[in-house]
């Protein structure tokens, strides 16, 4: 056997042992979620939910400002067009 033979055929030895752990992995089995995903996942939806709450309270405050001013600028206006 030559120098070349050795290195090819402990290559392909690696080779094959990585894809037997590969497909070990591949054949763990999956029937849901864990624990620790679906706490990391409510975790995430309540940290956007409290996102989503905040800018509708915001956008709900801008909204009111807004009316109780163009209300005033209406009644502004009335008054000056009386006078």
Do not use: P
């Given at each position: 056997?030559?120098?070349?033979?050795?290195?090819?055929?402990?290559?392909?030895?690696?080779?094959?042992?990585?894809?037997?752990?590969?497909?070990?992995?591949?054949?763990?089995?999956?029937?849901g979620?864990?624990?620790?995903?679906?706490?990391?996942?409510?975790?995430?939806?309540?940290?956007?939910?409290l996102?989503?709450?905040?800018?509708?309270?915001?956008?709900?405050?801008?909204?009111?400002?807004?009316?109780?001013?163009?209300?005033?600028?209406?009644?502004?206006?009335?008054?000056?067009?009386?006078l």
């Open positions: 056997m030559s120098f070349k033979n050795i290195r090819r055929s402990s290559w392909q030895v690696r080779c094959a042992h990585i894809k037997s752990n590969i497909l070990a992995i591949n054949k763990k089995d999956n029937r979620f864990s624990l620790v995903e679906l706490i990391i996942v409510f975790g995430l939806l309540g940290g956007v939910g996102a989503i709450m905040n800018l509708t309270k915001q956008s709900t405050k801008s909204s009111t400002k807004y009316q109780f001013d163009s209300e005033i600028m209406l009644i502004t206006n009335e008054i000056n067009a009386i």
